[in-house]
Structures are given as C-alpha cells and as structure tokens.
T-cell receptor, first 113, second 108 residues
Framework: KAGVTQTPRYLIKTRGQQVTLSCSPI?????VSWYQQTPGQGLQFLFE???????NKGNFPGRFSGRQFSNSRSEMNVSTLELGDSALYLC????????????FGPGTRLTVL | QQQVKQSPQSLIVQKGGISIINCAYE??????FPWYQQFPGKGPALLIA?????SEKKEGRFTISFNKSAKQFSLHIMDSQPGDSATYFC???????FGKGTRLSVIA
C-alpha cells in the first residue's frame, strides 16, 4: 500500500511570491490534514479536509488556504510569502474519524528568502 | 494557545534505561491521545495511542500512563535503545494538536 506522497519535497521562494504544495493521501483515506513544523513552534495544525470540505481550521492567517479534490488529493496554497513561512509542511491522511491513525508524508521543505 | 504542554524538551538516557516524557492538556473534550515518533527527514509516525477510559496501555517497550483527573499523560520507554533516538510528540484530538516535542538521545 503506497504511503502519503508530497510534492515537491523542497522549494525555495522569495518574499511576496505564492506557493502551492500537493499531497496525495493513502488510497481510501478521505481526510487530509496539513501541518506546519518549525523548530520554535513545533507542529501546528493548519486545516483538515474531509470529502472536499474543510472540516477544521487552525489559527493561521488567510494567506494559508487549501482545497481537496474528489479523489481526496489535496493542495495547500500560501500567498504573499513571508520569511516566517519557512518551514516543513506536512500532510497527513486518515480514514477521517477522531481516533483513527493519521499517516504522515515526508513533508515539503519550504525556504523563503 | 498551547493546548498540549510537553516536557522535557530534550532527554538523554543511557542504553537500557527508562525514558519518560510527560504531557498535560487543557481541553476536556479531547478523547484520543496518540504519541508520534519522528526521525530526521521523515514525517511523524504513530507509536502508541490511548483513549481516556483506560489508565494504561502497553505495547512492547512503550507504555502510556493516563491520568484523566489531572489531565496528564506520559510515555515510558523501557530498556531504551540507541535506535529509539528520535523526537517524540504527544498529541490530543480532535482536532489533532501536538506538544512541542522531546528530542530523545539514547547513549551507549
């Protein structure tokens, strides 16, 4: 069974640009969640999508947005990039109930210069 | 707002020793408490999880102790091995909220 895949693995952007990250969940998983991981703040929840609908949202500005497609693949977009957006962005998929395991992808390392 | 507080930030344990990581939560609506293990360059992976109706859960060398009244839970790693060296995150859901992580180093 293939795991969660994220593309690209590494990305370098400059301030003010926008970026789109992609996540392909495990087959059969309908929930996709996104997290930002930084040394200072740890793992912070961005949002969760379930059956193409945003089900939960963390405390991030509106520059961070996402969507989910009918095949459960998800994209995350960050507009007007800031230096502080440099982080590892992790995607996790699950069946969608609160106590089912979330399977994480390897992440996309975003560097904003 | 930090909903799950984890300590210590880093931990050094001798091979064969016991590693203990503690977490405390605030939201009494949380009903699932997993622990994740993360190696460098990898995403976190589920290690063990517990529901609040159970006070302890053991899987191999890993044990979660859960104290509902104190809103605290901890991870014990028995007979710690160098291969256990990783960053450990406690979490609570829903939605999944993580502690800030503990970097464990097991030295021979």
């Amino acid at each position: 069974k293939a795991g969660v895949t994220q593309t690209p693995r590494y990305l370098i952007k400059t301030r003010g640009q926008q970026v789109t990250l992609s996540c392909s969940p495990i087959s059969g998983h309908r929930s996709v969640s996104w997290y930002q991981q930084t040394p200072g703040q740890g793992l912070q929840f961005l949002f969760e999508y379930f059956s193409e609908t945003q089900r939960n949202k963390g405390n991030f500005p509106g520059r961070f947005s996402g969507r989910q497609f009918s095949n459960s693949r998800s994209e995350m977009n960050v507009s007007t990039l800031e230096l502080g957006d440099s982080a590892l962005y992790l995607c996790a998929s699950s069946l969608g109930t609160s106590d089912t395991e979330q399977f994480f992808g390897p992440g996309t390392r975003l560097t904003v210069l | 707002q930090q909903q799950v507080k984890q300590s210590p930030q880093s931990l050094i344990v001798q091979k064969g020793g016991i590693s203990i990581i503690n977490c405390a939560y605030e939201n009494t609506a949380f009903d699932y408490f997993p622990w994740y293990q993360q190696f460098p360059g990898k995403g976190p992976a589920l290690l063990i999880a517990i529901r609040p109706d159970v006070s302890e859960k053991k899987e191999g060398r890993f044990t979660i102790s859960f104290n509902k009244s104190a809103k605290q839970f901890s991870l014990h790693i028995m007979d710690s091995q160098p291969g256990d060296s990783a960053t450990y995150f406690c979490a609570a859901s829903p939605p999944l909220v993580f502690g800030k992580g503990t970097r464990l180093s097991v030295i021979a």
